[in-house]
């Protein structure tokens, strides 16, 4: 594996950014404001990563990551995944009960999805109210799915999609390229440990409101994972 950037290496990446995780989670702000402090934050720590990120998102732009997943209108395929406990979670069930959010995630580890989960948990009275549920889709294995769900507070189970099998179906799974996967990993992040697998391959967040009619009502798909739907969309398409 190619050596780790100085720039990673001679400083606690990780460290710094749970503390911009922390301080972006206490905010009382727009989630794409929460999101902006920990990219700000990952960008002063060490430029030489926040210009290899902005390369990967133009290379997934420019290949239309994401750009062929369901959109409102179509039907969402279904899905039968494990939560993090180990029981089978299927989508027509949980439609019967009213409608959906499926949420996609790269893993525990990402701190714009840990805080994307927290603003999701503090949404939570607001999505049951509506009648709707909610599932976190990630290509972890169980005990980090656990660790998620367990950091966030909430209900919403965590389901694991092993080796991206369900995100391919959707045209969501991307390589991360060895330029990051040096970076990551010198960083301290295993994905290889995390999902299991050594190919590295993430899925491109994206956030699908579904109906009980198992259409797609709204979606919000970002090659650019520092951008997540925001809240009140959500919450408007949920009706």
Known sequence: MQAAPRAMTEQPLMTAIDAALRQAIALDAPLDQRLGLIRDAVGALSAEFAT????????????????????????????????????????????????????????????????????????????????????????????????????????????????????????????????????????????AAYQGNPAWMLPVPATFVVGTDGLVVARHVDPDYRRRMAVEDLLAALG
């Open 52 to 191: 290899a990120v902005d390369r990967l998102v133009a290379r997934l732009e420019a290949g239309g990551a994401g750009a062929a997943a369901p959109a409102p209108g179509q039907p969402m395929p279904p899905f039968v995944l494990p939560d993090e406990a180990g029981r089978l979670v299927a989508m027509p069930r949980l439609l019967a009960a009213g409608p959906l959010v499926v949420n996609f995630h790269r893993g525990h580890w990402c701190p714009y999805c840990r805080l994307h989960r927290a603003a999701l948990a503090e949404t939570a009275p607001a999505i049951t109210a509506a009648g709707a549920s909610l599932v976190i889709i990630t290509p972890e294995r169980g005990r980090y799915g656990a660790r998620m769900r367990a950091e966030a507070e909430d209900r919403f189970p965590v389901l694991t999609d092993m080796d991206n099998g369900y995100a391919m179906s959707l045209n969501l799974a991307i390589w991360l390229g060895a330029e990051l996967q040096a970076m990551l990993g010198g960083a301290g992040w295993d994905l």
